[in-house]
């Protein structure tokens, strides 16, 4: 596994910042393979349950978002009426106010900022998302926010 996966996007995968709807759950980050690839996130790449990601979310004002903020991680897909949700939901966004980025990456804390996919692992197609999804009072403000997924927990194949 070794595919960076950020919001800036990569050479395998294409990546779209958006903006939230305030108190709707609603994505701000939609990831998707290239024409050929298929994007594999794995739940257990290291041995522990989840996948690590590292995370900057503020407003406007570059203020954390509220704590309260919501997040899920979601897969669409071509003729699905809604996203499926395919991780656990956050009720709060508690290790990415109190961390740093530095600390978020070091395995001292990085447990903290585990979140645990529905099964073992995600594959999606190049005609498919991967979504980043947040319920909050505020906006996300991307000149002053991250997302970065461990890398040792994703990688791109040929999807044939």
Do not use: C
Not at 5 to 34: C, K, Y
Not at 43 to 49: H, I, L, N, W
Not at 109 to 128: A, H, K, S, W
Not at 142 to 151: L, Q, V
């Amino acid at each position: 596994m070794s595919e960076s996966l950020t919001n800036m996007g990569s050479q395998n995968v294409d990546a779209t910042e958006e903006q939230n709807v305030t108190g709707q759950m609603t994505p701000i980050l939609t990831l998707s393979p290239i024409d050929g690839l298929k994007l594999i996130l794995e739940q257990r790449a290291d041995g522990e349950s989840g996948i690590p990601m590292y995370a900057e979310l503020k407003d406007s004002n570059g203020d954390d978002l509220p704590l309260d903020t919501e997040l899920v991680l979601r897969w669409d897909a071509p003729g699905k009426t809604q996203p499926e949700v395919v991780s656990e939901k956050l009720e709060n966004i508690r290790p990415w106010r109190t961390l740093s980025l530095t600390e978020q990456q070091n395995t001292d804390y990085e447990d903290q900022t585990r979140i645990d996919l529905n099964g073992r692992r995600l594959e999606v197609l190049d005609i498919q998302n991967f979504e980043v999804a947040i319920r909050s009072s505020e906006q996300i403000s991307w000149p002053n926010s991250r997302i970065e997924f461990a890398r040792q927990h994703v990688d791109t194949r040929s999807k044939n």
